[in-house]
Nanobody, 115 residues
Framework: QVQLVESGGGLVQPGGSLRLSCAAS????????MDWYRQAPGKQRELVAI???????GYADSVKGRFTISRDNAKNTVYLQMNSLKPEDTAVYYC?????????WGQGTQVTVSS
């Protein structure tokens, strides 16, 4: 019984910033990789950033230098700090958690970058 609760989405102007949060709860014992995906209308879901249990990170080329993924292990929470936002960042953002063979997704939060 695992749930992911996302927050922090919204409408921002180009060049602005947002911080997304995703808290995992339930029967989770230990640390597992967490990640952020996004999906824009008419496009495939794409991996934005990933963070391992040890804190190693990876990013899509399109967000390198602008986005930062981090985690708070005590809270089982992953964050995505998004700076210098561009209109092409507009999408529904989903956090994900992989626990051994099981995959869990948040419900998604809308990020809209527009003037």
């Amino acid at each position: 019984q695992v749930q992911l609760v996302e927050s922090g989405g919204g409408l921002v102007q180009p060049g602005g910033s947002l911080r997304l949060s995703c808290a995992a709860s339930g029967s989770i014992f230990g640390l597992y990789p967490m990640d952020w995906y996004r999906q824009a209308p008419g496009k495939q879901r794409e991996l934005v950033a990933i963070i391992t249990s040890g804190g190693s990170t990876g990013y899509a080329d399109s967000v390198k230098g602008r986005f930062t993924i981090s985690r708070d292990n005590a809270k089982n929470t992953v964050y995505l700090q998004m700076n210098s936002l561009k209109p092409e960042d507009t999408a529904v953002y989903y956090c994900g958690l992989t626990v051994k063979s099981e995959r869990y997704w948040g419900q998604g939060t809308q990020v809209t970058v527009s003037s």
